[in-house]
Each structure stands twice: as C-alpha cells, then as structure tokens.
C-alpha cells in the first residue's frame, strides 16, 4: 500500500532558512541548514535502499503560492504571501511499505531532523494512505 507523509512549515520557517531573521525566530546558521539537508539526503537515501520510497518533493514558500476559491459562484485567486504564522504543506513523501504502522515508524524518523533552539519541538506529520481505486474509497 503507498502512504503520503506530509510535512508542514510556514513563510517563517522558509525565511529562517534562508538566512533571514524574523521577529520571533533567528535566522539559521549555514551549518544548520547543512545538518538539515544532509539528515534528509540520508533519510532519502535510505528509503530508495529499502525499495520503499516512491516519491519526495519539497515545496516552493508560501509567499509563491496562489490559492484559487470560488467566490460569488466564480473562480478567484488569491497570490501568498499568507500570515506568516499559517501553516502550510511544505513537502511530501510517498512511501510505498507493508503497512500502516510502518509508515508511520518511517515519519516518525523525521523527529531526528537536526534544527537549532528547540523550534520544531512541536511539529507534525500526517500519514495518509493514497487512494489508487474507488475500492480504496471503502464504498
């Protein structure tokens, strides 16, 4: 069975990243940054090893993003950047393993992910299963 993990951050945690301070959060060291990306190129890695790893992307900040809604009975679009506290998807793996539990144990391994002063203490990820048909749906 294929999983998505989902993994969530804001427009600060993209700026923090890139090297700029916020006004609740300093900006990352260079060497924590490298910590961050060699951990994910290691838990990556080991997931294509194993033969479970389907596909990972991380994704562009939310200040790139347009939301498109229905307004008046019509398609409108609103253009990020959103409140810089919202969350929002910031990546995605699709896992494809034996079970449920197991894709859970594989993001659970994203709390080892190296980051400076505690920040992410209180992160999370949210495991799905993919639906490949309409048998999957359960009706």
């Known amino acids: 069975m294929k999983y998505m993990i989902l993994s969530y951050g804001s427009q600060r945690d993209y700026d923090v990243l890139a090297g700029k301070d916020t006004p609740d959060q300093a900006a ?58 919202q969350e929002v998807l910031a990546g995605y793996w699709i896992v494809e393993c034996e079970s449920f539990d197991r894709a859970t144990e594989i993001a659970a391994r994203l709390s080892k992910c190296p980051y400076p002063g505690g920040v992410y203490d209180n992160a999370v990820a949210d495991i799905r299963p993919v639906v490949e048909s309409q048998a999957d749906m359960g009706f």
């Open 28 to 85: 990352w060291a260079p060497e924590d940054v490298a910590a961050m990306v060699e951990f994910m190129t290691s838990f990556n890695k080991e997931l294509e090893e194993a033969g479970e790893l389907v596909e990972t992307r991380g994704l562009a900040a939310p200040v790139h993003t347009r939301r498109l809604h229905t307004k008046d009975g019509a398609p409108a679009v609103t253009d990020g950047p959103y409140a810089e506290t």
